[in-house]
């Protein structure tokens, strides 16, 4: 079977412009952010660091999942 060419242009994703703390409620320009819909930003990452992060991971509090600081 021969494989169907696709000529048409793929698609890309688009950023978020503007993100939402879940722990202070700020709109700003980034935020870590979890595929579930969690975000939080710096500060509040800074100051929730014990009980999220064990390195360069940390682990969404609302579904668990592992995801990379960076």
Known sequence: MAAQENNQP??????????V???C???LPYCLN????????EACFK????GLS???TWICPDCGRVRMTM
């Open 34 to 41: 979890c595929p579930c819909g969690f975000e939080i930003c």
């Open 25 to 27: 409620r700020q709109t």
């Open 10 to 19: 793929k698609r890309r994703r688009r950023r978020k412009s503007s993100f």
């Open 21 to 23: 703390c879940h722990c």
């Open 54 to 56: 064990n390195g360069p």
């Open 47 to 50: 100051d929730n660091l014990w």
